[in-house]
């Protein structure tokens, strides 16, 4: 009961980190955490089919655009006005923090069953975590959730990105102290991810939610030395695999929070949330331009596929009280 206390304690930081800023992230272990950081842990994690919708509140009414006060608009001339993602994707419940690999047809997002459970509810209630869904035929698959954790252990994953094999996650977690990156390797033999490692950073970097393009990592942080709020930073592996000092990505910042960074798959656009919507800035000759507004309002933390389609979360809110989270996709105008 002493570990389940303290990553409730944890947690609780953490609030989540998929969905709120985690400015003061902190990446030191305890002497257990220590020792699995330096091999990789080859626990073979075992599949357990969830009915998440079963654990959806009955009273849970399903938000739909002609409910919504607050519906999310284009305001650039090659997006047409985001449309939410159908059923099975999104419920009654939170679906947020989309990835779409860029080829469109695979989506892995996070859920939780009823948004305004606290959070240390949330990592007892063994649905709260990262799904995916395939689209086949045009039409996405029942969303199954994805085990990252040991059997009987306690962690709340989110805020995923996956390159190719490798998924890079964001937990809270038995045996580690605070909120923290890992890797994970998928094992195509027994379709499961395997090869978990912690991802170290220095404590002073406060690497918040990244993006990672190339050999180039973006991430947001309100670490000293940025323009106030969160910033977002940007970082270059040098050749022996380490990460250099993160660098202020001054064209793109202001004194207000900008984050969660999301480039496209060329790299020629980078998207970040900021005064709850999404703007866009554009590679050119190097160098970011000032990001121009594209969606609003209620719009948060882009994936974008290769044929330029935004997926987001969208947030539907009845006063000042949030009702449910669903995943909206704004599809690229096709030139004619």
């Known amino acids: 009961m002493k570990r389940c206390t303290l990553l409730i304690l944890i947690v609780l930081l953490a609030v989540a980190g998929c ?92 859920f939780t069953p009823d948004v305004s459970i606290p959070v240390e509810q949330q990592v ?86 990244l993006h990672i393009f190339a050999d180039t990592l973006y991430f947001h942080s309100a670490r000293p030395g940025g323009q106030g709020g969160l910033d977002i930073w940007m970082m270059e592996l040098a050749d022996d695999g380490s990460w250099l000092e993160p660098v202020n990505v001054m064209s793109v910042n202001s004194d207000r929070d900008e984050g969660w960074p999301a480039l496209s798959p060329d790299g020629n656009e980078l998207w970040i949330s900021k005064d709850y919507a999404l703007w866009r800035s554009l590679n050119v000759n190097g160098q970011w331009t000032e990001p121009e507004k594209v969606i609003s309002p209620l719009a948060g933390e882009a994936t974008i596929d290769q044929d330029g389609n935004v997926y987001f979360t969208h947030h539907f809110y009845k006063g000042d009280k949030m009702i449910e989270a669903d995943i909206y996709v704004a599809y690229r105008k096709i030139d004619s």
């Open 124 to 209: 007892l209630d063994q649905t709260t975590g990262i799904y995916i869904s395939h689209r086949l035929n045009n039409a996405w698959t029942d969303p199954e959730r994805v085990w990252l954790q040991d059997p009987g252990k306690l962690a709340l994953d989110g805020c995923q990105i996956v390159m190719d094999s490798e998924m890079w996650f964001c937990s809270a977690r038995e045996g580690y102290t605070g909120l923290n990156w890992f890797r994970a390797q998928f094992n195509d033999k027994i379709g499961q991810w395997e090869n978990r490692t912690l991802v170290e950073f220095p404590e002073q970097w406060q690497v918040g939610e």
């Open 19 to 110: 969905s709120t800023p985690n400015q003061e992230t902190d990446h030191n272990t305890s002497a257990s955490a220590d020792s699995q950081s330096k091999e990789t842990m080859k626990t073979e994690l075992t599949h357990v089919a969830v009915d998440r919708e079963s654990k959806i509140p009955p009273g849970a009414v399903k938000m739909v655009s002609a409910t919504d006060d607050n519906p999310p608009l284009s305001y650039a001339s090659d997006f047409m006005d985001p449309v939410p993602l159908p059923y099975p994707i999104n419920t009654a419940g939170g679906e947020d923090s989309a990835f779409i690999l860029p080829d469109g047809q695979t989506l892995y997002f996070f």
